[in-house]
């Protein structure tokens, strides 16, 4: 099954099969393994959690017809809430954390998300003023200092998630399995594993580039220039990984080089101590679960080093005005974007994610006032939005006061640890169930932390 060309040829995602009779005919193989797509991981209900299926909605989509059609035309544009609302030029650090738990929480997110894009009409090159229904192109003002232009035409370029094929009502479609399974490293499709694995034998290690000794990801061939002749030096960047999203900055880079090393790591050691093991066997046995959401040269460390050495931006204080005021290369305003995202994908409203996690529903924006205590915050909310209903979840969310001895505030706290419990219960592979590990080997994973990993897979990871 290939979602990207059903996505780019039909702009939706066809639905992975499998039957609990499925299931049953390779139980052999499913008693003991992960499959690679997540499937017949519940044999009574084998799609659930499956890679190219619909997420599961706490409190189901919030489109303005019931189905397709986002919300737009009723509320404040995206760009002028993000300017007006989130854009920030001062920074406030906490200093009890450091940028690795960014870098970290986002590699366990792309482990278990990963939205379809629709792409069958490149958005790109079409008009800001174009009436294909899979672009939500972002409206900007024509004295937009950053994306304006004089005939008040300009944008910033939208293309819709795909969805599923056939769904009565629109709901994004997740390339990943929703399990924490490495599919950031490995893929979630036997094609994908595949193509990572080492072809030179079977002996279960993921394939790698080589420089001064020391693993790194291997270069995306195609990307390299045609008089390549020094190991790929003269190569573009891009990697190959179980995820293309590894590129989006240094340290998610460097985080994929990390487990790289550590599955190669594992496989050498494991063919030494078990030396008739298949390389099915030896690929499979490594697979690592992280118990916790947050918790120069060619050299990697200098990276990893900066992300442990630099404290943590807090959420609250808003985004980066770099981020939303200056066009940079490929990266358009981050905090409009997210926002568009959100109406794309029929998103709740704040007020309602507030509810679901027992918090007063706010019938005036005073009524925000216990979770986002700034008065100058809440006036320019009711400013742009009018009413308390039309707050877009990722503003609320972001703007919410933290938790005490967190980082975020309290609707999102409630969301991730409502999904993590998910996460925990519904994975008949997770490490703590009972049959998966004996109990020394059980104490032996508990062992296992991120900081462990560095020391094994850092180029010199002294500190």
């Known amino acids: 099954m290939d979602i990207f060309n059903s996505v780019k040829n039909f702009n939706c995602a066809p639905q992975l099969e499998a039957s609990q009779n499925h299931c049953r005919m390779n139980s ?49 544009r995206p760009r002028e809430i993000s300017l007006s609302l989130l854009s920030t030029k001062k920074s406030s650090f906490d200093r009890r954390f450091n940028t690795m738990i960014m870098a970290w929480g986002q590699f366990v997110a792309h482990d278990m998300t990963h939205n379809s894009l629709s792409i069958k009409m490149k958005c790109s090159v079409l008009g800001c003023d174009t009436l294909n229904p899979e672009c939500l192109q972002i409206s900007v003002n024509n004295t937009d200092s950053t994306y304006g232009c004089p005939n008040d035409r300009c944008c910033i370029k939208f293309a819709r998630a795909a969805s599923m094929c056939g769904a009565k009502i629109r709901n994004n479609v997740n390339q990943n399995t929703a399990f924490i399974d490495g599919s950031q490293i490995y893929g979630s499709a036997y094609a994908d594993s595949d193509f990572l694995r080492n072809p030179s034998n079977n002996n279960g290690m993921l394939r790698f580039s080589s420089f001064d000794g020391q693993m790194f990801l291997p ?62 066997k030896l690929f499979q046995f490594p697979d690592f679960a992280p118990r916790d959401f947050l918790g120069g040269g060619v050299d990697i460390d200098s990276i990893l080093k900066s992300m442990m050495n630099t404290p943590i931006k807090k959420p609250q204080s808003g985004v980066s005005h770099r981020l939303i005021e200056q066009k940079l290369e490929n990266i358009d305003d981050l905090a409009a974007v997210n926002i568009q995202r959100g109406r794309d994908a029929g998103m709740p409203p704040y007020n309602r994610l507030r509810e679901f996690c027992g918090l007063k529903r706010a019938a005036e924006f005073q009524d925000f006032s216990n979770e986002i205590s700034d008065l100058e915050t809440r006036k ?60 020394a080997q059980l104490l032996e994973l508990e062992r296992v932390s991120l900081a462990r990993i560095l020391c094994d897979n850092g180029d010199r990871m002294d500190f």
């Open 380 to 439: 320019k909310m009711e400013e742009l939005y009018k009413n308390p209903d039309d707050v877009d979840s990722y503003v609320g969310l972001l703007l919410e006061d933290a938790h005490p001895g967190g980082l975020v505030g309290p609707t999102t706290r409630c969301i991730i640890i409502d999904q993590f419990k998910r996460i925990r219960d519904g994975d008949r592979f997770w490490y703590q169930n009972a049959g998966s590990f004996t109990k």
């Open 28 to 76: 052999c193989f499913n008693k003991k393994y992960r499959t690679m797509d997540g499937a017949c991981n519940n044999p009574f209900n084998p799609l659930l959690g499956a890679a190219a299926t619909p997420y599961l909605r706490l409190l189901g989509q919030h489109f303005r017809d019931g189905l397709s059609s986002p919300f737009g035309s009723t509320l404040p």
């Open 219 to 280: 270069f995306h061939k195609e990307h390299c220039s045609d008089d390549d002749e020094d190991n790929n030096r003269n190569c573009e960047p891009l990697f190959d990984t179980g995820d293309n999203r590894n590129k989006l900055f240094l340290g998610l880079a460097a985080l994929h080089t990390l487990f790289l090393r550590e599955h190669n790591r594992l496989v050498k050691i494991l063919k030494n101590l078990n030396p008739k093991w298949t390389g099915e």
